[in-house]
């Protein structure tokens, strides 16, 4: 087990990168920052020249690729970074410099079943991209396929691991703070965030998620997925097709060929609401280095590192809060809130809805030009806040992607109104779902399972029944012992010294970590 002593001198040098961007700046200033933490962020940015306008991008990404995958986590949560910082990581690329090509050659010879030379003609030493966790190079397979191979980074799955676990030793001790920093459940945000890089980091795991979406996403057209090479791929090595296209990025370029972009972006959103409504199974990696357009305008996708998983009630609700707010129905997306238990119910159902109207009607019938995406979320959370609606970590993955994909969306199309465009979908969507159609074949599946449970019924009655809540259950938490907590006299003399000369112990990692 790690050392309080290490987990502070961690933080310390990335508060000290931090301070050094002026990324501490917002923080201490933020109304909603508990005092101790401003404290901290205080003596982090003693002695350091700090920029007038902060650099959160540039310090996640000076401080490392477990950093750099929090950094991208925390673009979509204004209510916890604020939104200047927000807008600001939204810029954060996961790129980084390539590793050594002989390095990753090593790890393709010693990751598959045969030596790398009789699985490969070639491979190609320039990557064609490189990230934080693992970098892609051309190759041609021995039997004369053109394919990807992408390589994980030599021992990158150590280093996130140690910095992981100084995360969540962060965010128990933020959390333990109580008020606003316990509301934002600061380690239920860690536990994911760990979860998702633990399946990057397994990349039979990306593979497998690329060919369950494949399945799933094989009637829609205009929406292709790699097919994969599963006897030139292991934990360590992901080997697919290679696909020739148009960055999604590259709009002139797009436009030169002869696309319409206008198309290309209301295909982008309607294929994210096919995968996320329809499948509960979603790509939540969507930023524009993971699109591309091929000859025939078809939008193709890579990087299956990060997925989505909605269940079927969550999803029913999802449904039903982003057609309210197309329709106005502020008062059935007030209601849903309280089934899902999203809000607690000693709150006024009419009184969120009124709330709502007041986020949702500035923001109806206008394109995404003549809105503050930021305004809107800031609006948002405002009443979230005022309402003790707890933050919602199964939720984060979507949200993130919805703000992905309205990005690439935008820049394609800046006139593109996402509500318009979604609108038809998902009321198409309820209806198949909650329609009589929809509902006798769920009443006849339902009797069907009762039938077949009669004998132990009364003894399992408890476990069929349904749960009510849109939430799963939280993940299991790591034990972590509050530095507080400890016993006095011993090292505790020494860890209170290491914690005030730490300069912040990550002051803005801490609070950020939420």
């Not at 390095?103 to 009789?118: C, F, G, Q, T, V």
């Amino acid at each position: 087990m790690t050392r309080p002593t290490t987990h502070i001198l961690r933080l310390l040098k990335w508060g000290r990168i931090l301070a050094r961007h002026g990324a501490l700046r917002g923080i201490e200033k933020d109304r909603n920052t508990p005092p101790q933490v401003k404290r901290l962020c205080r003596i982090a940015r003693l002695g350091t020249i700090q920029p007038k306008v902060p650099d959160y991008a540039g310090a996640f990404r000076e401080i490392g690729p477990a950093a750099i995958k929090l950094g991208q986590t925390l673009a979509t949560r204004p209510d916890l970074v604020g939104e200047e910082a927000a807008h600001n990581l939204l810029t954060l690329q996961d790129s980084l410099p390539p590793e050594k090509f002989e390095r990753i050659y090593d790890e393709i010879d010693h990751s598959l079943n045969k030596p790398a030379a009789e699985m490969f003609e070639y491979v190609d030493p320039e990557p064609v991209g490189a990230a934080s966790i693992a970098q892609v190079h051309r190759a041609r397979t021995s039997d004369g396929r053109d394919v990807a191979v992408k390589v994980l980074r030599p021992g990158i799955r150590e280093q996130f691991a140690r910095d992981i676990e100084t995360y969540e030793w962060a965010a128990a001790h933020l959390e333990a703070l109580g008020g606003e920093a316990a509301r934002l459940r600061p380690q239920l945000v860690i536990a994911n965030l760990k979860r998702w890089t633990l399946r990057e980091l397994d990349l039979r795991r990306e593979a497998a998620s690329a060919s369950e979406l494949k399945e799933a996403m094989a009637a829609v057209e205009g929406y292709h997925i790699p097919a994969i090479d599963w006897d030139r791929t292991a934990g360590r090595v992901l080997t697919l097709e290679w696909v020739d296209g148009i960055k999604i990025s590259d709009v002139d370029a797009l436009k030169a060929a002869g696309h319409d972009t206008g198309k290309i972006a209301e295909r982008l959103v309607l294929t994210f609401l096919r995968q996320a409504i329809s499948e509960g199974f979603f790509h939540a990696d969507m930023h524009q280095g993971n699109l591309f357009v091929r000859p025939d305008s078809s939008i193709v996708a890579i990087d299956f590192g990060i997925m989505g998983r909605i269940n079927r009630q969550a999803r029913l609700w999802l449904a039903e809060i982003l057609y309210g707010l197309t329709t106005g129905n502020y008062r059935r997306v007030a209601e849903i809130h309280f089934e899902a238990q999203y809000v607690p119910s000693y709150h006024n159902v009419d009184e969120f809805a009124t709330a709502l109207r007041a986020v949702g009607e500035p923001t109806r019938g206008k394109p995404v030009s003549e809105l503050s995406v930021g305004q809107m979320l800031d609006s948002l959370f405002a009443i979230t806040r005022d309402f003790d609606m707890q933050t919602q970590p199964h939720l984060l993955l979507l949200q993130k992607t919805m703000v992905m994909v309205e990005g690439v969306a935008t820049s394609l199309n800046p006139a593109i109104n996402m509500w318009d465009v979604a609108a038809p979908y998902v009321g198409e969507w309820i209806r198949g779902e909650l329609g009589p159609e929809a509902a006798l074949a769920d009443g006849l599946r339902d009797r069907m399972k009762t039938l077949a449970l009669i004998p132990d019924l009364i003894k399992r009655l408890d476990d069929q029944l349904p749960k009510k809540g849109g939430a799963p259950p939280p993940p299991p938490l790591p034990e972590i012992e509050l530095i507080w907590e400890k016993r006095k006299g011993g090292n505790a003399w020494r860890y209170t010294a290491i914690a005030i000369l730490a300069a912040a112990a990550g002051a803005a990692g801490m609070w950020a970590l939420g």
